[in-house]
C-alpha cells in the first residue's frame, strides 16, 4: 500500500473498509464511519475524517498475519455459516424479464442434468421502486414460481433496491415519518435512474423495520431466502456528500456505515423469523459487515484483462479486512467484446 492514496467514501465498485494489517505485525482499524481519506506515504501514514465528533481506531498486534486477522474478526464480528444451498452454483442474469421465461431456465438445467443450486431474479422486476414486490403483469403467480422452483431443489434469490419512487405510497409514507435520506439544499431526489427516487435512511430503526416488513410480506413469506441487495452504498446520482443527511448524522461524518446497516435490515428480519444461515449479497461493505451475513460482489466492472487482474487484489484484500464472502461479475459488467464467449457475464 506504501505510496497509495485511498479515498474512504462508498461508491460503485469502491468499497471503503477501513482495516490495514501491517507487515510490522499490528492490525489497525479505523473507526470512523466518515467519508475522508487514508495516505500510506513512505515515512507516514494519514488517517483523515472531513467531519467527525470523535475520532476512534482500535489497534491490535500478532505475530502472524493469521493472529491479527483473527483478534479483528473477534471484535467486529464473525460470518453466520453459510447454508449447504448457497454453495453451490448460481444462474443469474440481466435480466429475466417473465415468470415463464425464468422456469422455462430452470427446467432446461434440470433436464440437462446441469447443477444448479440459486437462481436470480434482477432488478425492475417490481411495479415501482420502493414497492418491493413482484409485478403481477410479469410475475402473476409467484408462490406457484417459488414452490416449483424447490421442487426442482432451486434456491431463488430476488434484487432488492433501497431506492423510493416518490410516485409509490412506500414514499408518502416513509416521507412523513422522517424514513428518507435527507437533502440539505435542492429537490429531495437522491437518484434519478428510471425515475426519481430517493433512498431509505438505512440508519433509521423505523425504516429497516418497515423495508423489512414489506420484504417480508412479498418475498420472504412467500419462500425467497436470499436477498439482492443492490445499490448498497448507496450510488447517488450526483455525490455532493455534503449535501445528505441521515437519521445518524451528516453523511459526511457517518456516510460509510449505510452497507452495514442495509444488509443489517435484512439480517436481523429474518433472524427474528428464525433463519440461521444468513446470506445477502451486497455491492459495497463497511467493517462489520460480514457478521450481517453480507456476501459483497466488487460492483459493476469493466470487462477487460486489466480489471479482471485489479479483482485478485480486491478479493485479497476484502479478506484481509474481515470479509471472506466475495466474488466479482466474471466476465465483467461494462464494455467488452459481446461476440466473444469468454466475456459472457456470469455471475
Sequence with gaps: LKGCVLELAQRNSQ????FMLSSLGYGFLWNNPAVGRVTFAQNVTE???QVSEQLVYWITAGDTPAEISRAYALATGTPPMMPDYAMGFWQCKLRYRTQEELLEVA???KRRNLPISVIVIDFFHWPNQGDWMFDARDWPDP???IAELKSLGIEL???VWPTVDNRTESYREMRENGWLVQTERGLPINMDF?????YFDATHPGARDYVWGKAKRNYYDKG???FWLDEAEPEFSVYDYDNYRYHAGPVLEVGNIYPRMYAKTFFDGM???GEDQVINLLRCAWAGSQKYGALVWSGDIHSSFRSLRNQFAAGLNMGIAGIPWWTPVIGGFHGGNLHDPLCHELR
Design 271 to 273: 433472524k427474528a423469523d
Design 47 to 49: 488517517w483523515e475524517a
Design 157 to 159: 434469490m430476488v434484487s
Design 15 to 18: 468499497a471503503s473498509v477501513p
Design 224 to 226: 425467497v431466502k436470499l
Design 143 to 145: 408462490d406457484a414460481m
Design 194 to 198: 428510471l425515475g426519481n427516487t430517493t
Design 107 to 109: 427446467r432446461e438445467y
